[in-house]
C-alpha cells in the first residue's frame, strides 16, 4: 500500500487484460471474463493485510502452529450494478467472503449518486469491508456508497476499482481519508459528461451487453 493511500496495481497480466477491455470492439463476454480475472488479482492485493492468528495443526509428519485467517469473515460491497462484475473473481479468492449490496445509480444530468437498495451483513463494524466498483469517475458514487457502509457500522473500509478518474481519486481520498485505493490504473481525466479518458466507456452497459 502507498504512503498516500493510492496502490495502482503495477502487473504486466493486469496491464495487458486491461488494454483488451478498453477496447471498443472487445465481446460483452471477454469483457466479463477479464473483468473476474482482474478482479482476482485486485483482491490479492486489497487483502495483502488480513490480520492472521495462529493454530495447531497435524501434518502427516507432524504438529505445527500454522497460520489463520483471524477474526470474522471479510465483506464485499459491490455499487450496483457494475460492481458485480468485479465481486464473481473476488470471491473466487476469498469464497466464504459475506456480501453488502448497494444500489446506486448516477443520474446522468446532475451525476450525483441516487441509492435505490442497501443491504448488509450485520456486525460490520467488526468485519473488513471492500467496496467494489469498477470505476471512480467523479466519486459521487464511491463516496456515498462508503458513507451508508460507515452509516451501518463499517470502520475499516478499502475501496477497489478498475479505471480511476485523477479527479475521483482526489475527491475519495479528501472525503474519506481513512479508506485506501486500489486500482489497476489511473487515467487522464473526466469530459464534461463525466466519463473518464480515455477509459474503457460504461462499465455497466459492457458487462451486461445493455445501451
Ligand atoms: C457507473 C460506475 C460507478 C459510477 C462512477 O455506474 O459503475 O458506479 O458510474 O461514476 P462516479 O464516480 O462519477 O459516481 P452507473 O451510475 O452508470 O450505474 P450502473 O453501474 O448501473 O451502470
Ligand atoms: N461510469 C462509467 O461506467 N464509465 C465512466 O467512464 C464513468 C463513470
Redesign the pocket.
Known amino acids: 500500500m502507498s504512503s498516500d493511500g493510492v496502490t495502482v496495481i503495477a502487473h504486466p497480466l493486469v496491464a495487458h487484460k486491461l488494454t483488451i477491455m478498453r477496447r471498443k470492439d472487445t465481446s460483452t463476454k471477454s469483457f466479463r471474463q477479464l473483468l473476474r480475472e482482474i478482479a482476482l488479482l485486485l483482491a490479492y492485493e486489497a487483502t495483502r493485510d488480513l490480520e492472521l492468528t495462529s493454530i495447531e495443526i497435524e501434518t502427516p509428519l507432524t504438529t505445527m502452529q500454522a497460520p489463520t485467517l483471524a477474526g470474522k469473515k471479510l465483506v464485499f460491497a459491490p455499487?450496483?450494478?457494475?460492481?458485480m462484475g468485479l465481486l464473481e473473481g473476488m470471491l473466487d479468492l476469498v469464497p466464504s467472503a459475506r456480501v453488502a449490496h448497494v444500489g446506486?445509480?448516477?443520474d446522468p444530468a446532475t451525476?450525483t449518486?441516487i441509492e435505490y437498495y442497501f443491504k448488509a451483513p450485520e456486525d460490520m463494524e467488526d468485519r473488513m469491508v471492500i467496496v467494489l466498483?469498477?470505476?471512480?469517475?467523479?466519486?459521487?458514487?464511491?463516496t456515498a456508497a462508503i458513507e451508508r457502509l460507515k452509516q451501518a457500522g463499517a470502520k475499516d473500509v478499502r475501496f477497489v476499482c478498475l479505471l480511476a478518474a485523477p479527479e475521483?481519486v482526489a475527491r475519495l481520498r479528501a472525503a474519506h481519508p481513512d479508506v485506501p485505493i486500489i486500482t489497476a490504473a489511473i487515467d487522464d481525466h473526466l469530459n464534461d459528461h463525466?466519463y473518464i479518458v480515455p477509459g474503457l466507456g460504461?462499465?455497466?452497459?459492457r458487462i451486461y451487453g445493455t445501451k
Do not use: H, K, V
Not at 460504461?202 to 452497459?205: F, Q, S, T
Open positions: 455499487i450496483l450494478r457494475a460492481g446506486l445509480y448516477r451525476l449518486a466498483d469498477p470505476m471512480l469517475a467523479t466519486a459521487n458514487s464511491a475521483g463525466g460504461d462499465a455497466g452497459d
